[in-house]
């Protein structure tokens, strides 16, 4: 199985939960303050360095 491509083929699903669960998440007071883009920032960038390493 190659990890790389599935963490790639699933990105934006796990984008999406991510910043649902940051959001539902309520023992992070800072995450009801920010935008859909501050949570998003960053971290398709990081998945794909994940996946680029795997």
């Known amino acids: 199985m190659n990890f790389s491509q599935e963490l790639l083929n699933k990105l934006d699903s796990i984008v999406n939960n991510w910043v649902e669960a940051v959001r539902q998440d309520g023992e992070l007071e800072s995450a009801?303050?920010?935008?859909?883009?501050?949570?998003?920032?960053?971290?398709?960038?990081?998945?794909?360095?994940?996946?680029?390493?795997?």
């Open 32 to 54: 009801h303050e920010l935008t859909y883009k501050a949570v998003l920032d960053g971290l398709p960038s990081v998945l794909r360095a994940i996946a680029k390493v795997l």
